[in-house]
């Protein structure tokens, strides 16, 4: 009997999130009236806007990563090295972002960094661009720092530090040649859940208004009825296509680390 209700309800939620999915490509291909055809992918595709839209969030992402990786992992290492007794505190700040809304964050920062501030980084584009990074940085800081910190339990960072300060490597060497490669997996991990958000967040990129992926789907989605239902279809396959390099990073990992 309990194996009859597990698979109900394993069936339940697959056609849960399923069927939508099955409906909103199948909508998608019929632009075309009485064929299918893949007419809305082709003027997504091809319309300018997508295309500047979708490489600023690409280029965004990118640089969210890079800084994200740069803070998360000396800060999660030296944690686990030296402030164990800080780490309750430490992963309590970074799961804020999970119940601050993302309003609540940008509107904060489109507050302390007006053009009227000490430090007016929305007066220029770079600036505004920097605190959209700063931004997307912040949302993904649960999904990163998790990542981090379960690659480093996986490590015994206190033997391999002693080892390497013993060869007289300083801790930038140790940060780069050493913990790094050791938990490079958890970090990809951590950068494709960080590629994900960044390509389908709206609030922040739309209230700071710069031209990310975001904006543009809601844009679309507004004014037109078959290419919004196609553009959906491929940000939901670039999720599970960063969710499936998770999984294959993640088995190369293991399959390398068998033979030894």
């Not at 930038?172 to 951590?190: D, E, Y």
């Amino acid at each position: 009997m309990k194996k009859f209700w597990a698979w109900g309800a394993l069936i339940f939620g697959l056609l849960y999130f399923i069927l939508p999915l099955i409906g909103m490509t199948n909508f998608s291909l019929k632009m075309r009236r009485g064929v299918y055809s893949l007419d809305a992918y082709a003027v997504v595709l091809g319309d300018p806007r997508f295309q500047e839209t979708f490489t600023y969030s690409i280029l965004m992402a990118l640089a969210t990563i890079v800084f994200g990786v740069v803070l998360v992992v000396p800060t999660a290492y030296w944690v686990r090295l030296k402030l164990p007794g800080l780490r309750p505190y430490i992963e309590f700040v970074t799961l804020l972002p999970l119940v601050i809304p993302a309003i609540v964050i940008v509107f904060g920062y489109i507050r302390l960094y007006n053009t009227s501030s000490w430090l007016p980084l929305t007066g220029s584009i770079t600036g505004t661009n920097i605190l959209l990074m700063f931004g997307y940085a912040t949302l993904a800081l649960p999904y990163m720092y998790r990542s981090v910190d379960t690659g480093l339990r996986a490590i015994d960072i206190a033997t391999l530090t002693e080892a390497a300060q013993s060869l007289g490597a300083g801790w930038t060497t140790i940060l780069a040649k050493i913990i790094l490669p050791n938990v490079l997996v958890a970090v990809l991990s951590g950068a494709f859940l960080t590629f994900a958000i960044v390509i389908g967040e709206f609030t922040m990129a739309a209230l700071l208004n710069r031209p990310a992926f975001g904006p543009y789907m809601q844009l679309l989605g507004a004014n037109r009825a078959y290419e919004p239902a196609a553009l959906a279809v491929i940000a939901f396959g670039i999720t599970w296509g960063c969710l499936g390099l998770i999984q294959l990073v993640s088995r190369f990992q293991k399959g390398a680390q068998s033979p030894a």
